[in-house]
């Protein structure tokens, strides 16, 4: 998993925070995350479904808090299969579109290099970065820090979903990057300026094994609070489990 982190202004991102919810910010800044993962033996309620266990996703998140909790929002995730942006939609209220992916690595005694390539309108934007192979603790891992992820539905209604991991994830120092990504064509003309803005953090992180509960509305223009209640204080239901290499 490879993260890239900007400080922005978080007056960017009021359209985009649920209602109920806030923009999660230091020293007056809030962030913005360019994440590129590869899922591995995914599960959904405890099934493999066939064709969909291993695929690559690449997201535009920012980040939020509720309760006391850090969480993640999304502008737009990037997947290779029509089907996952389909079921994923319907499930989560967030906003994924489906462009060819790949993804490859390649590890030596010393070094790992990791690639992520996609396509749009026959364009190639492509990730790649170099990290050596010591795994250290950095100040801000995003991964251990957040808990939960926000969607928001075509009414203007707000969900939260929990996730858990198996353990702490730890980064590989990171060696060098390139970066070739047009955020404006791919994530929308506002986020254009982030080509050019230079990232505080980059992070590559270990293996891990992350379980995603079903998600339950946190307000409910319809029915105010008290759907919300009952369903935030209910036993919440494993959705997804998915290990991320």
């Known amino acids: 998993m490879v993260v890239l982190t900007w400080e922005i202004e978080p007056e960017l991102l009021i359209e985009h ?8 910010t230091q020293n007056d800044k809030a962030y913005i995350s360019l994440v590129a993962y590869q899922y591995e033996n ?12 291993s695929f ?9 808090k509720h309760q006391e909790q850090l969480g993640v929002g999304f502008i737009q995730h990037i997947v ?7 079921w994923a939609k319907r499930i989560f209220n967030e906003n994924y579109i489906t462009l060819p992916m790949d993804y490859s690595f390649q590890n030596t005694e010393t070094s790992k290099v990791i690639h992520y390539k996609l396509w749009k309108d026959k364009r190639l934007f492509s990730i790649d ?26 009414y203007g209604n707000t969900t939260k979903f929990q996730f858990e991991k198996n353990e702490n994830f730890r980064s590989y120092t990171v060696i ?17 300026f982030l080509k050019d803005l230079q990232p505080v953090q980059i992070t ?20 105010n609070t008290l759907a919300a ?17």
Request: net charge neutral; glycine share 6%; hydrophobic share 40%.
């Open 176 to 192: 060098d990057y390139a970066l070739n990504i047009d955020f404006a064509f791919l994530f929308g003309r506002k986020w254009g």
């Open 42 to 53: 995914t599960k959904v309620k405890g099934v493999k479904m066939p064709f969909h266990v």
């Open 80 to 86: 290779p299969r029509y089907c996952i942006s389909l």
């Open 204 to 223: 590559v992180l270990n293996d891990n094994k992350i379980r995603i509960f079903q998600p339950y509305y946190v307000y409910d223009k319809t029915f």
């Open 129 to 154: 970065v170099l990290a050596n192979q010591d795994l250290v603790h950095t100040d801000w891992n995003e991964m251990n820090l957040v808990q939960f992820g926000i969607g928001m539905d075509k």
């Open 17 to 24: 925070v649920p209602h109920k919810i806030g923009i999660y």
């Open 56 to 64: 690559t996703e690449i997201d535009l998140r920012y980040y939020v």
């Open 229 to 245: 209640r009952i369903q935030e204080e209910s036993i919440q239901e494993e959705l997804i489990t998915k290990e991320l290499p």
